[in-house]
């Protein structure tokens, strides 16, 4: 058997590595990492049928622009860490000078980790408002035994994370719908958030909103204080649903009126549809037997498929 050339064995060593099924997100982006690769694929076959090397200088993997990208990770530095719950972050990351993410509203992003040489990418909104500047923020549950929750458990200040995108998101216009139903479960408020946001920024937006977060515990409700100054807004109602609070006694009593206990199910779900003001618009984030779950109650309760959005 011939021995490969070292001319060979320098192409093969810059041929683009397929991503394995941990990189992928499953959330669905356009591009996808699997289309990445299939572009840097064919830039490879092309510069090696033709013998130039240079026609691969194009390819960045990285950037350090701070520009975010859905082709390429781009460098950003955490800048402060927050423990919401035992399990819950906050972790703002800046951006240089005033620029902002300039996302559509519930865009998510992606971020790459690695962890025990092995490369793991998963979605996360930011709850940061549209226009925040110089800085976004990212809601992250970590789970004991997730990879990736391994490797951003060691974030800590300074740290450089890569991030790419953005991806998907949610087309929404103001006034559009006469009431939008949120449906949340746990970190599935984040790409709630931007929305509500922008609702109470435009003092022409008159959508009325029902967001209903589900949680297991009365501690574990994230960003309490944010949701609190949004439900004092006229249009705004928030219901939290608590799976594993036996009684709402131990609430303070500002919670007590708009909780319940148990879980969001079909009848508490036609409760809430029949208070809604006018037909609601539906938004969903959880897992994905939560939003299986809703998406059966909601048909039950009469509205279509074509009045919901699962993020």
Not at 245 to 263: F, M
């Amino acid at each position: 058997l011939q021995a490969m050339s070292d001319d060979e064995q320098d192409w093969l060593a810059l041929r683009p590595q397929e991503p394995s099924p941990s990189q992928c997100c499953g959330s669905g982006c356009k591009p996808c990492i699997y289309d990445v690769y299939e572009k840097e694929l064919a830039q490879w076959e092309r510069a090696k049928a033709m013998r130039d090397k240079s026609l691969l200088m194009g390819k960045k993997e990285e950037s350090n622009n701070s520009e975010l990208n859905p082709d390429t990770f781009t460098a950003f530095s955490v800048s402060s860490v927050e423990q919401l719950t035992e399990d819950t972050y906050q972790y703002r990351f800046e951006l240089p000078g005033n620029s902002s993410l300039r996302l559509s509203l519930g865009q998510h992003i992606v971020l790459r980790g690695v962890m025990n040489g092995l490369e793991v990418q998963r979605a996360y909104t930011p709850i940061s408002p549209r226009n925040a500047e110089g800085y976004f923020e990212v809601l992250i549950k970590c789970y004991e035994a997730g990879l990736m929750s391994q490797y951003i458990k060691t974030w800590k200040r300074g740290d450089v994370v890569f991030w790419r995108g953005p991806f998907g998101g949610f087309p929404y216009e103001p006034n559009k719908h006469g009431e939008l139903l949120m449906l949340a479960s746990g970190t599935g408020l984040a790409p709630m958030i931007p929305i509500l946001q922008s609702i109470t920024d435009d003092e022409e937006d008159e959508t009325f909103v029902t967001l209903v977060g589900c949680f297991p515990t009365f501690d574990k409700i994230y960003l309490k204080p944010l949701l609190q100054d949004l439900s004092r807004y006229w249009n705004i109602r928030i219901f939290y649903v608590l799976s594993q609070e036996t009684s709402l006694e131990k609430l303070p009593q500002s919670y007590q009126e708009n909780s319940y206990t148990g879980h969001l199910d079909e009848d508490l779900m036609k409760t809430i549809i029949n208070s809604c003001r006018r037909k609601p618009f539906v938004l969903i984030c959880g897992s994905s037997a939560f939003n299986e779950d809703m998406s059966r109650y909601l048909k039950t309760a009469g509205i279509e498929e074509n009045s919901c959005f699962i993020f």
